[in-house]
């Protein structure tokens, strides 16, 4: 049964820096891996998918890391803005439906 | 491009009641998914449609909970009877292609449902 777990649960930086988002799963027979992003009271927000023969990627602050033979991925952010506050949810999906970590709880203070 | 859309946003109900969730999936997309997400989980998937047939249904409470999509398109979640436990957000999905052919999954807004 695959799962996920995403490190650290919660995640105070202050405005400007640079930070990464971790996520591990435990079957690495999986097709692609998604991050999303979830405002509070809101739906889910994709940020990158990566399918699982690439190795990472990009879209403006964010990068995406794929390692799947040690079940990992890791979210970079550059230069993190107040706006960027949010949680951050990975899934991925395999032979078993899309299967999501808790997410990581960010905050990014003025 | 419109998004998800979902309906209705919020709903409080007394347990034993029944309630309802619509959803229209973004134009064109096949595949169509329920989640459910706790508060402080992460989503859990109750049922994936392909067009109007199930394809998965094994986390579904099925004594309580239904889902139809019969014309392929948009597609209604009841729950009857509500219990406490069943407060969360009903979140619907759809992608353009079951994602394990590399489709990428679009979320709405979900609706937040209160048991009482």
């Known amino acids: 049964k695959q799962e996920v777990t995403q490190i650290p649960a919660a995640l105070s930086v202050p405005e400007g820096e640079n930070l990464v988002l971790n996520c591990s799963f435990t079957d690495s027979a999986i097709y692609n891996l998604q991050w999303f992003r979830q405002d509070p009271g809101k739906g889910l927000t994709s940020l990158l998918l990566?399918?699982?023969?690439?190795r990472e990627q990009t879209s403006g602050r964010l990068n995406a890391s794929l390692d799947k033979s040690s079940g990992r991925s890791t979210l970079y952010i550059a230069a993190s803005q107040p706006g960027d506050s949010a949680t951050y949810l990975c899934a991925v999906q395999g032979n078993t439906p899309l299967v999501f970590g808790k997410g990581t709880r960010l905050s990014v203070i003025a | 491009e419109a998004g998800v859309a979902q309906s209705p946003r919020y709903k409080i109900i007394e347990k034993r009641q029944s309630v309802a969730f619509w959803c229209n999936p973004i134009?064109?997309?096949?595949?169509l998914y329920w989640y459910q997400q706790i508060l402080g989980q992460g989503p859990k998937l109750l049922i994936q449609f392909q067009n109007n047939g199930v394809v998965d249904d094994s986390q579904l409470p099925k004594d309580r909970f239904s889902a139809e999509r019969l014309k392929g398109v948009d597609s209604t979640l009841k729950i009857q009877p509500a219990k406490l436990e069943d407060s969360a957000v009903y979140l619907c999905a759809s992608s353009l292609v079951n994602p394990s052919n590399t489709g990428e999954l679009f979320f709405g807004e979900g609706s937040r449902l209160t048991v009482l």
């Open positions: 990566i399918q699982s023969s690439q």
């Open positions: 134009s064109g997309h096949a595949t």
